[in-house]
Nanobody
């Protein structure tokens, strides 16, 4: 079965950098799109970034563009989210998701596989 496990979250100060990892088992991402979503306290889940594994194309939410970078490691079957210049408003539970698709996906309802999430808290 498909398993996605996020790691790398924690408590950091504003302006810091954090790299999140999402390791997959039971699936090879070669024909998938993988995405990162986040859910701030009391708010709905929102799109952060996505990457197409076959081509390497990416897309980002406007709120993180220029600060966050999504990448993949085919050998490790792992997707990363490098987060720089963190702000308090970035505080959220961050989830990785996967879907077998040739195209990039930004809608959470279009993803079938999800990790359990990792908490990122940015203090002022």
């Amino acid at each position: 079965q498909v398993q996605l496990v996020e790691s790398g979250g924690g408590l950091v100060q504003a302006g810091a950098s954090v790299r999140l990892s999402c390791a997959a088992s039971g699936v090879t991402f070669s024909s998938y799109v993988t995405g990162w979503f986040r859910q701030p306290p009391g708010k709905e889940r929102e799109f952060v970034a996505a990457i197409n594994w076959s081509v390497g194309s990416t897309m980002y939410a406007d709120s993180v563009k220029g600060r966050f970078t999504i990448s993949r490691d085919r050998a490790k079957n792992t997707v990363y989210l490098q987060m720089n210049s963190l702000k308090p408003e970035d505080t959220a539970v961050y989830y990785c998701a996967a879907e077998r698709s040739p195209r990039l996906i930004a809608r959470p309802n279009d993803y079938d596989y999800w990790g359990q999430g990792t908490q990122v808290t940015v203090s002022s």
